[in-house]
């Protein structure tokens, strides 16, 4: 079952030219008054324009941001086809990365649809791998919407004659012909079979909250006033709708159980003999592992969380000590700054994510999400019942992408936090270690535990589970890790 | 790509007897506290109940609903099997006269799901007819949460094992042995392939803003305390929504063009022995006609939208003088009564409709929305902007069911308009036929003509095209009319 939005658009008479004038003036000036609003009321707007080649997607848009102020607007010019360096990342990366900030617009000339249907138009995207991609943008324009974006999705729509006498003339001239491609060509000659691919896709990825538009491109004015109208009319809505409460989705993931800390054995320690032997050995399979998962290139995050002083800093050490410094970063994770703040939160992961071959390591995670922002209130209620699903989703696209994702809680019991805190106190070289922030989140230990046991239980999904390190003994936790790294290293290169 | 989310559904851990029995009284009382602000914020609540035979749909709703008032909620109990007469309506028909109004719960226990899966199970059903139907429930169910209701589904969820337990409990006692029936046993014996189904369905159906919540059903209790909690999530994320503004859809059905009433040629006459022979001969024909579509079940829809005093009533008489009146009926639309204005706006049309075979008439229709509901204020711009495309959907819905959709436009012009509420303001048995409140819409006629050329081009779609019956001569209007009708049911039955 397809909807035709191509097919059934029907065109609305073009105004006279006068009244156009008037229309456009009239239109610019409400856009200039939202720019205000959309500022004050932390507003992203993330505009797309795709559509025919020649149809007039940068002509129209320098048109319509003419009168925005250019500290409240930014174009992201994006290829068809992403660069060696970006295929080295996962297929929504590129356009994710240049999100707008609340308060700001976001001119997106084409964006993920134009990858997707080339794919499917030069054969090298399968039926599917089509919806999976599909499925993916989907899901992540749900998730902007849910968090706050607007999203406007623009078509640009030419006939194939009037797209034939476009690139005609640009060919014709000297200073203009180097703006037509073989794909425009192309394009035009096959333009039914490119009709339905878009057609198909336009179909596919209408959704009430992000809806596509088809613009009659074929006068420039009046495409102009149209996607005037429209975003103004999208922004309105969306400035009506501050701050909206989403319903809550049911988890739909595969999930493993998982017991509670409560129940977790703490008691596991490891001899220091066998500690030594055990890590050596380990570590110098897991620098082997290293150099063929970057001939292989595959991508692996790592993912540390735990109770503070449970030793995650010297657990990621003896991983990293393995690991050549050239295909691995660390990334500690702290509050976010003000642009990431400005953001969905999901997007400071995204930014930091390895490329294929690369090992990233994160110290604390967007787990912080269902933890710390929850406790604290750095979100609503409804953000962070959110995220769980959206977290699922994100690892699942990192599964999908051919990522190893390895989780770790790192545990102690609150006896041996105080221990380590008080220890830290009086020991002046590990005094910066310590500070009054940990001692308060120590008094909402109750807390922690059941918002650890609610993100533990509803994120243990099958692609991406989470791993226990019982860490009294840290030296059974660092080996416990460096095992279940190893294992799953070598399950990753062996099939790879 | 299908989401499986029954197979995905983790259980909780049930909590212990006296931890739920202390969860289930504080989640009665948020509910019952939600009710006055459900009523305050005029919030209509649609719970729906589906599952699997014996699995405690009907004694966990009696326990949801317990300590809600009785003037707050209702139970519809739905045959999986429509009657003979549901039948003769649209698919959708027996559950939307059904809907909660404002302020409201209806408990469905079983909706549309049911009827669709059986369908698929016992081959009723093809591939085709139930992407049909899919789609005409995700559209349904997006009309209404687009109109404010908050729509909760649940699934109960039991094993093969736990079913034919209880099924088997039942039959051995002879009070409760009538409540297994074949349909139970089968689908017992054949779980897998229904748990397909429905998996399919549940993935087919679940979105965003009305999402599926899988209820572990093993333990009565356990399973009253589950949909408790969804419920009272979800109320509170409604409430905090309280009149939302929805994105405009662009147009996806496909449009024919028509002309601005003010080019449309009025001076159309008729000559009087002409009219005389046309309306014995039409009328004649139609009566036939009549006849002719009883006995093949066809069902009719003719809507009258006009000018006041443009002939609208006068119109229809010669239509319906043709006709068997107890094949036809004459609905005259004037504002809505209390509880038609506490359901959505289409609500009373669904209400209305004819069951196959039969003629309904409209007399003003659910154009009222984007004219006088728009121009007086009488519902928000939201409202009516996205009431093109509901009204659409609605049209699309009976012509897919197999209805002929005729839909007229009576025009004159406004000196026309005057010398007639002149002549009615002067002749004593005319006189209940002019009110204040024409001379008031009168005043706005510009206005009026505008909102009307909007909604002509809006929703004049190929499948239920408007017909213009230019009235300054009546009798033009009233043999055009009759040719329309006639010529449309000719067809239809030809067809049939």
Redesign the interface.
């Known amino acids: ?1 397809r ?3 191509i ?4 065109k ?1 008479q073009k105004p006279s030219e006068e009244i156009m004038k008037s229309s456009i003036a009239a239109e610019r000036q409400k856009l200039a008054a939202f720019q205000m609003k959309i500022k004050e009321a932390k507003l992203p707007v993330m505009v797309i324009f795709e559509g025919w080649g020649a149809a007039g997607k940068g002509s129209v848009s320098r048109e319509v941001i003419k009168d925005i102020d250019p500290r409240f607007f930014q174009v992201a010019t994006m290829d068809a086809e992403p660069t060696p360096e970006e295929k080295r990342k996962p297929f929504l990366y590129r356009y994710l990365v240049e999100l707008p900030e609340a308060g700001k617009f976001k001119f997106f000339d084409t964006c993920w649809m134009e990858e997707v249907t080339d794919g499917v138009l030069n054969g090298s995207l399968s039926q599917k791998d089509y ?2 991609k599909v ?1 993916s943008i989907v899901t992540t324009e ?1 998730q902007l919407t ?1 968090n706050g974006y607007l999203v406007m999705k623009f078509f640009f729509q030419i006939s194939k004659k009037e797209q034939k006498k476009r690139l005609d003339a640009l060919m014709k001239n000297k200073n203009t012909s180097w703006r037509v491609d073989d794909e425009d060509l192309w394009e035009n000659k096959h333009y039914d079979k490119c009709l339905d691919v878009y057609e198909q896709y336009l179909s596919d990825t ?1 959704r ?2 992000a ?4 613009i009659d491109a074929k006068d420039r004015k009046w495409a102009v006033l149209q996607v005037l109208q ?1 975003l103004n ?2 922004i ?3 400035l ?2 501050h701050s ?12 493993e ?1 998982i017991p509670l800390l409560k129940d977790l054995d703490l008691d596991k320690t490891i001899e220091p003999e066998e500690y030594k032997s055990e890590l050596k050995r380990l570590q110098s399979e897991l620098s082997a592992l290293h150099y063929e998962l970057y001939r292989k290139k595959i991508p692996v995050v790592i993912a540390y969380e735990g109770m503070d002083a449970a030793g995650k800093g010297g657990n990621i050490k003896r991983i990293t000590r393995a690991l050549d410094p050239r295909g691995y970063i660390v990334h500690p994770i702290a509050s976010p700054e003000p642009h990431e703040k400005a953001r969905f939160f999901l997007w400071r992961f995204w930014n930091r994510l390895p490329k294929t071959g690369h090992i990233a390591i994160f110290d604390r995670t967007w787990y912080g999400r269902v933890m710390v922002e929850r406790l604290e209130g750095f979100c609503s209620e ?1 953000d962070w019942q959110r995220a769980y699903n959206e977290i699922n989703e994100f690892e699942k696209e990192l599964t999908d992408w051919g990522a190893v994702v390895l989780k770790f809680w790192v545990q102690i019991d609150s006896d041996t936090q105080l221990a380590r805190f008080t220890d830290r106190q009086n020991t002046p070289e590990k005094q910066w270690k310590i500070t009054e922030e940990d001692w308060r989140n120590r008094d909402k230990w109750d807390l922690y535990e059941n918002a650890i046991n609610e993100m533990l ?1 509803k994120t243990n999904t099958g692609y991406a589970p989470w791993h226990i390190l019982e860490s009294v003994d840290k030296k059974y936790a660092r080996i416990k890790a460096l095992k279940i790294v190893t294992a799953a290293l070598r399950e990753a290169c062996d099939k790879a």
Do not use: C, E, H, S
Not at 211 to 214: A, D, G, N
């Open positions: 079952m909807d035709n939005l097919r059934n658009f029907v609305t919806r999976k499925n749900r849910d209408n009430p909250r809806p596509w538009y088809i429209y009319q999208g309105d809505t969306a009506k709708n909206l409460a989403v319903p809550i989705l049911q988890n739909t993931f595969p999930l159980p409804n239980k």
